[in-house]
């Protein structure tokens, strides 16, 4: 048992996307034992206990989404956000 009372987690073996075993509990239903959330601190992909076997399970996953550490390492950086426009006097 937890702190909160809560029995831990029985964490999945691997991320469904890039398969690391790195799982972590991320958040749990408010009524306890509805559902779980997890997140994989590799590739950031989380998913519900509830979700589709797709969505859950590293064999069933699409492989077109898949990720390698590799493909993780040469992702694109993601665009900044632009400086503001300086302000115009209202017309
Ligand atoms: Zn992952």
């Known amino acids: 048992m937890t702190a909160t009372g809560e029995a831990p987690a029985q964490l999945p073996g691997a991320c469904p996307r890039c398969?690391?075993?790195t799982v972590q509990e991320l958040s749990r239903?408010?009524?306890?034992?509805?559902w779980t959330v997890y997140i994989c601190p590799t590739?950031?992909?989380?998913?519900?206990?509830?979700?589709?076997?797709?969505?859950?399970?590293?064999?069933r996953y699409p492989e077109?989404?898949?990720?390698?550490?590799q493909q993780l390492s040469d992702l694109a950086?993601?665009?900044?956000?632009?400086?503001?426009?300086?302000?115009?006097?209202?017309t």
């Open 19 to 21: 398969r690391a075993a």
């Open 43 to 59: 590739c950031r992909y989380a998913w519900r206990s509830t979700e589709p076997a797709e969505n859950t399970d590293p064999d």
């Open 64 to 69: 077109p989404f898949r990720l390698t550490p």
């Open 29 to 34: 239903s408010p009524v306890p034992d509805v």
């Open 77 to 90: 950086v993601t665009p900044s956000v632009p400086l503001l426009r300086p302000s115009t006097p209202d």
